[in-house]
């Protein structure tokens, strides 16, 4: 065999190597698999490579190898054990979690196709072992090493134009490190941020009370408030006094970028660091509110990391669920949201003229058999994988029906006594969850392209008999938007306009309860596309 055909074969061990795990991924879920992570992982080789090519140096070769195996290891036990590629999340969760927990997890995840990890183990060896001569003399090699070389360069500088770069021209296991740095500095910077001075201004007399109930991981198209064939939503069905809208979305596929967007001025086309805008605590502080923070979340670890920082604003401060060590371990043990009952009711049993209350549920959060108590349990946990998921997720909706209806039938009780108060409730959730609705898995991870079920939620708006008066009058259109679109990175302005303040950080145009809301704005989500051109 001459030294070409050699090298040529060597090189494609290497190309084996970093292709391993890319192909495991589409084998194992072609639905969040993305193919550009080939194309990626592939340019990136080029680019490591370079120093080898230019030197002929072995060493060099063997730590570009290295580099990319290290690389594909990290995602292949990612791939295997999550069904998608390494994310931030995923690495808060990890950085969150004892070795208890940790064991515990894997005895769960425990499967044969850890053994991939002997082939590509195997096949690092003989990479290493096997390095092809590659040079930069020929005329031939020249043009070749060339052409890849300005391909790649136009890649990455196209993509550095546009502001993408990490998005789009970085590999998954390395823009999940930088984000997770990134958010890292920008939570720590948050907890030791001070309350800002806004300019504000109360444009009404009358005594209100705000409530925002935030769900969490509610598809809408699992309710049959929303046209879902099962009978999920029967109490807020048989509601009268609701207004449902259908063409409400999140920007986001996950609670902390969600939340964090929709409680501070950042919006899916501005974001500034969450330590330097404005909040919606430095709202409604500067003005004559009493605000509450109610959790049924954990106040530590992943999904409460930054929202703990933020909530740590308000006047009174309440969480439920502290019984577990992480955010991780919350999720796997049983706090019914109906423990926020309690404390709702201490709320509005406060004096103060003007209230903002935040209701933050773990609603239909996985995992979800343990989302709701036996008597909820109408679908049965039983059959396959599927069907089991499927319907404990029914359960959880129809269990937060319950939830909801409830603090609806609080709100309305307290309105009756309390005639005077103009009090308004909005019940959203922070994103949705892809439970089989697009593609064989269930949850809100994606890669490429976010899911229609990962973003389309419930919104729905309560008005007190006081209030709904008002409403009338300041908000003659809302009636008539309930199949208006609209995006929840700007519930900001909406719970502003809701509050009757006046301030300078407020947009009438981004709150749909304002006769002046601009329905026409471009719905971005995260994964950079827009969705009105996905449907």
Same mark, same amino acid.
């Given at each position: 065999m001459t030294h070409k055909s050699n090298s040529l074969l060597n090189i494609l061990w290497l190309i084996a190597l970093v292709l391993f795990t890319p192909v495991t991924g589409l084998i194992l879920n072609s639905n969040v698999f993305s193919a550009r992570s080939i194309l990626l992982l592939l340019m990136w080789s080029v680019v490591l490579l370079v120093p080898y090519v230019l030197t002929r140096r072995k060493w060099l070769y063997v730590t570009a190898a290295s580099l990319l195996?290290?690389?594909?290891?990290?995602?292949?036990?990612?791939?295997?054990?999550l069904k998608c590629p390494l994310n931030a999340s995923s690495i808060f969760v990890f950085l969150n979690t004892n070795w208890s927990e940790a064991s515990e997890f894997m005895a769960i995840k425990m499967t044969p196709l850890l053994l991939l990890f002997i082939p590509y183990i195997a096949l690092f060896i003989f990479t290493i072992r096997h390095i092809p001569l590659l040079s930069f003399k020929a005329k031939g090699e020249i043009i070749v090493w060339s052409a890849l070389w300005l391909f790649v360069a136009v890649f990455f500088a196209d993509n550095i134009v546009h502001q993408r770069f990490l998005r789009l021209a970085v590999p998954d296991v390395e823009r999940a490190f930088v984000s997770f740095f990134e958010e890292s500095k920008e939570y720590k910077n948050l907890k030791t941020r001070a309350l800002y001075n806004i300019d504000t201004k109360l444009t009404t007399n009358d005594s209100t009370l705000v409530v925002v109930i935030i769900g969490e991981s509610c598809n809408r198209n699992?309710?049959?408030l929303y046209g879902y064939k099962r009978q999920t939503t029967p109490r807020l069905q048989a509601r009268n006094d609701i207004m449902v809208f259908n063409n409400v979305i999140s920007a986001n596929s996950n609670t902390l970028r969600s939340v964090m967007n929709f409680l501070t001025e950042n919006n899916a086309e501005r974001h500034r660091s969450l330590d330097s805008c404005t909040h919606i605590f430095d709202i409604f502080h500067s003005s004559p509110y009493k605000s509450y923070w109610l959790s049924n979340q954990s106040p530590i670890g992943l999904w409460d990391?930054?929202?703990?920082s933020l909530a740590q604003n308000a006047d009174i401060k309440t969480f439920v669920n502290i019984t577990a060590n992480s955010s991780k371990e919350s999720t796997m043990t049983i706090s019914l949201d109906q423990r926020l009952f309690g404390p709702l009711l201490s709320a509005l049993g406060d004096t103060a003229k003007h209230k903002l209350v935040f209701l933050h549920l773990m609603g239909c959060h996985t995992q979800y058999n343990k989302r709701y108590p036996r008597?909820?349990?109408?679908?049965?946990?039983?059959?396959?994988?599927?069907?089991? $998921?499927? %319907?404990?997720?029914d359960n959880a909706v129809l269990y937060n029906d319950f939830i909801v209806d409830s603090i609806f039938s609080m709100?309305?009780?307290?309105?009756? $006594?309390? %005639?005077?108060i103009r009090i308004?409730?909005?019940?959203?959730?922070?994103h949705g969850e892809n439970v089989y609705d697009e593609g064989d898995y269930s949850g809100h991870d994606y890669s490429d392209r976010i899911p229609n079920a990962n973003v389309e939620i419930p919104f729905i708006i309560w008005f007190s008999p006081s209030q709904s008066e008002y409403a009338a009058t300041h908000y003659p259109q809302l009636i008539e938007r309930q199949n208006t679109p609209y995006m929840i990175d700007d519930l900001f302005h909406t719970i502003i306009d809701l509050g009757c303040i006046a301030t300078p950080c407020f947009d009438k145009t981004r709150s749909i309860v304002n006769s002046d809301y601009d329905d026409t704005r471009p719905r971005l989500l995260e994964d950079g596309n827009l969705y009105e051109q996905k449907n």
């Open positions: 195996f290290a690389d594909g290891l990290i995602n292949l036990f990612h791939w295997i054990v699992h309710l049959s990391n930054g929202v703990t008597d909820f349990a109408k679908f049965e946990d039983k059959g396959d994988k599927r069907t089991r $998921t499927v %319907n404990t997720y709100l309305n009780a307290y309105s009756h $006594t309390h %005639n005077k308004s409730a909005i019940y959203l959730s922070d």
